[in-house]
T-cell receptor, first 113, second 115 residues
């Protein structure tokens, strides 16, 4: 079964509001990556987190890696219509080779103007 | 332009008819990977390759074959396609293992329908 879980599956957001999507793993991760896929498009790499407790920011996006390296979050402030899409997390289990990556099912974000 | 290309982009085929989806990258990347995307399941890794002649199974390798004879190409082969392989397939590549080389670039996708 899927070892990397994402919640929520869907997120409806009013333009200007904030929201957070969460990623949880049943086992410890070596790293966590986040991707964005626009409707009809392909996944686009956003960021990678490696260190326990790491926090990185990209403009209105804040990414966090949990202290136990089993969970991560993506927080978007002041949502814009350009934020529409599906956000995926992907992690490498510590027991896996560096080439193996497990994706979550994604959070589909719809923004209402 | 640095890119990952896939062909064909769309394919409708019948059960049992062997097919190959090609993937090529022009960035001299060591690592390439194939994923399938199905509604509600996200992306699942089929096979990956860490270098020429080095391939390994992902989470859903059954029914698929790959080869990596040259660095730029990583074809996905379905020897006997079945309807449960109907999906959207993505090829991806990245530079390698080291720091700064983990950014994965995806191709545009191949939508496969097996009837």
């Amino acid at each position: 079964g899927q070892q990397v879980m994402q919640i929520p599956q869907y997120q409806h957001v009013q333009e200007g509001e904030d929201f957070t999507t969460y990623c949880n793993s049943s086992t410890t991760l070596s790293n966590i990556q986040w991707y964005k896929q626009r409707p009809g498009g392909h996944p686009v790499f956003l960021i990678q987190l490696v260190k326990s407790g790491e926090v990185k920011k990209q403009k209105r996006l804040t990414f966090q890696f949990g202290e136990a390296k089993k969970n991560s979050s993506l927080h978007i402030t002041a949502t814009q219509t350009t934020d529409v899409g599906t956000y995926f997390c992907a992690g490498r289990m510590t027991t896996d080779s560096w080439g193996k990556l497990q994706f979550g099912a994604g959070t589909q974000v719809v923004v209402t103007p | 332009e640095a890119q990952v290309t896939q062909n064909p982009r769309y394919l409708i085929t019948v059960t049992g008819k062997k097919l190959t989806v090609t993937c090529s990258q022009n960035m001299n990347h060591e690592y390439m990977s194939w994923y399938r995307q199905d509604p509600g399941l996200g992306l699942r890794q089929i096979y990956y390759s860490m270098n020429v002649e080095v391939t390994d199974k992902g989470d859903v390798p059954e029914g698929y074959k790959v080869s990596r004879k040259e660095k730029r190409n990583f074809p996905l082969i379905l020897e006997s396609p079945s309807p449960n392989q109907t999906s959207l397939y993505f090829c991806a590549s990245r530079l390698g293992q080291g720091a700064g080389s983990y950014e994965q670039y995806f191709g545009p996708g191949t939508r496969l329908t097996v009837t």
